[in-house]
């Protein structure tokens, strides 16, 4: 096909989506601004579409002083992330409606532990593993909806200055090491074959239950693998965020291989041993 023809079907396919197809860097300006006496005020949350980040369940879970798997049956449905079936959970809407659940008429009901995804918008980001590189790299780009009138408001500002202004910053520290999980996991394609109900059951856990790997890394056998002092059990035990970046690492060493736990060297003769017993 010639080049003109390409470009001749190119003009000719409607463009309806609203993701604008401009690649941003942290230093550049973008003009939006969201504020409370703006028209549209609200309009995103009552059709909402939200994938739901471990340290989003943190933050919300102890805002509302709920366990980790109260939070998840209240407030989340699970859906799959992919074809191997990798668990996501996504943010409830109110029984009827694609209103988010907390959604208040005075706004957000819980602004302060907003999720990542409602921070962001309507900036987008996505993460890139470039080719030969073991570096991730975020690239951002905006999301124009005809609803939302926030990007004909006349203020400019860098997609850093937004960034902060958001706290997208924060959630993308504790979120990192997680986002790279899904990254590796996406880039070893199908022929790595599907991970095992195990695999699945301990990434459920490590990402949305926090509560329960608490109690896990307390168990018998987790003691009889992995090499933790108490003074180092005794802070992760102390501190939810702490436990939820080691619940990372712990996927990592499982999922891939990443070896960040010691391992107690009669591990695996301990292991076997109590097999044949069993
Ligand atoms: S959590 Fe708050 S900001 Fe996010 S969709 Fe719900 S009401 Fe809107
Ligand atoms: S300006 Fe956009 S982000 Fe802000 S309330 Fe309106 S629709 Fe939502």
Redesign the pocket.
């Known amino acids: 096909m010639a080049a003109d023809d390409l470009t001749k079907i190119k003009e000719e396919i409607p463009y309806s989506s609203p993701v604008q197809p401009v690649e941003l860097m942290l230093d550049d300006e973008i003009q939006f601004h969201c504020h409370k006496g703006i028209a549209c005020f609200n309009a995103?949350?009552k059709n909402?579409d939200?994938q739901i980040t471990p340290y989003d369940i943190l933050r919300l879970k102890q805002r509302f002083g709920l366990s980790s798997s109260e939070f998840v049956a209240r407030y989340t449905t699970p859906f799959a992330m992919d074809f191997h079936n990798m668990p996501g959970l996504k943010?409830n809407t109110k029984p009827g409606t694609s209103e988010?659940v907390?959604?208040a008429e005075e706004g957000?009901?819980?602004?302060q532990d907003?999720?990542a995804a409602?921070r962001y918008y309507a900036l987008g980001s996505m993460g890139v593993r470039k080719k030969d590189s073991a570096a991730v790299e975020d690239i951002f780009f905006m999301v124009k909806e005809k609803h939302c009138l926030g990007h004909e408001e006349p203020r400019t500002l860098t997609v850093r200055e937004y960034r902060e202004e958001q706290g997208c910053d924060d959630y993308d520290d504790h979120n990192r090491a997680w986002r790279d999980v899904i990254l590796k996991k996406r880039s070893s394609g199908p022929t790595v074959g599907a991970p095992s109900e195990r695999s699945l059951q301990l990434f459920d856990m490590c990402s949305y239950d926090i509560d329960s790997f608490r109690e896990f890394i307390q168990t018998d056998g987790f003691e009889e693998v992995f090499d933790i002092d108490d003074e180092a059990r005794g802070k992760l035990l102390d501190n939810e965020e702490e436990l939820l970046q080691f619940a990372f690492r712990f996927l990592k060493q499982v999922l891939f291989g990443e070896m960040s736990i010691p391992v107690k060297d009669d591990a695996k003769d301990k292991r076997m041993a109590r097999r044949r017993e069993s």
Not at 108 to 111: A, G, T
């Open positions: 995103c949350c909402i939200i943010m988010c907390f959604l957000c009901s819980v602004y907003r999720p409602c």
